[in-house]
């Protein structure tokens, strides 16, 4: 049992380029969140979806775009990196319904250079 | 908006002292506080939540509504208690985490 899976673990960027972050969970989980973690800022929402086919903006949701035509795939892309989205981005992962404890399930990171 | 405050960003005790990571809240609903723990090269995960009222690895932590606190302690610290810990609230209709800017804790030996 994988839990949540998050490719590349590393990527430099150019300013300007664009780049898609995959995020796998295998345990049939609803709710679905980007975070990317910045040091002295903790966590902070990028984007997430409570379901196939559903995404919605979260706190800093500029400069992304993210789609969930899978339920067990959230993907992350950048359009146009900049220096500002140098970071540590994490996937996260929860289920819906009773039962929910609110436990996020995070994949391993995913360190993105923009020079 | 919620908001989850951890004023110290770095935190050192000496191994078997007590230790005690601060976290504030402001949310205008009942809240649904967490605190999460990230060991080095380690993802994230759940330490403990207040609603179980638990005690995990000798961590506990008590919700506060008078004070909006919800601070995290352990007696005796072990040096494999070294880590960033992270506050967290839970809101929305996703249940999404508003995470506290972190506390990077250092047991010393």
């Known amino acids: 049992n994988a839990g949540v899976t998050q490719t590349p673990k590393f990527r430099v960027l150019k300013t300007g380029q664009s780049m898609t972050l995959l995020c796998a969970q295998d345990?049939?989980?609803?709710?679905m969140y980007w975070y990317r973690q910045d040091p002295g800022m903790g966590l902070r929402l990028i984007h997430y979806s409570v379901g196939e086919g559903t995404t919605a903006k979260g706190e800093v949701p500029d400069g992304y775009n993210v789609s969930r035509l899978k339920k067990q795939n959230f993907l992350l892309g950048l359009e146009s990196a900049a220096p500002s989205q140098t970071s540590v981005y994490f996937c996260?992962?929860?289920?819906f319904g009773t039962g929910n404890t609110g436990e996020l399930f995070f994949g391993e990171g995913s360190r993105l250079t923009v020079l | 908006a919620q908001r989850v405050t951890q004023p110290e960003k770095l935190l050192s005790v000496f191994k078997g002292a007590p230790v005690e990571l601060k976290c504030n809240y402001s949310y205008s609903g009942s809240p649904e506080l967490f605190w999460y723990v990230q060991y080095s090269r380690q993802r994230l995960q759940l330490l403990l939540r207040h609603i179980s009222r638990e005690s995990i690895k000798g961590f506990t932590a008590d919700l506060n509504k008078g004070e909006t606190s919800f601070h995290l302690k352990k007696p005796f610290a072990q040096e494999e208690d070294s880590a960033m810990y992270y506050c967290?609230?839970?809101?929305?209709?996703?249940?999404?985490?508003?995470f506290g800017s972190g506390t990077q804790l250092t047991v010393l030996p």
């Open positions: 967290a609230l839970l809101s929305g209709s996703a249940r999404q985490l508003t």
């Open positions: 345990m049939n989980h609803e709710y």
């Open positions: 996260a992962s929860s289920y």
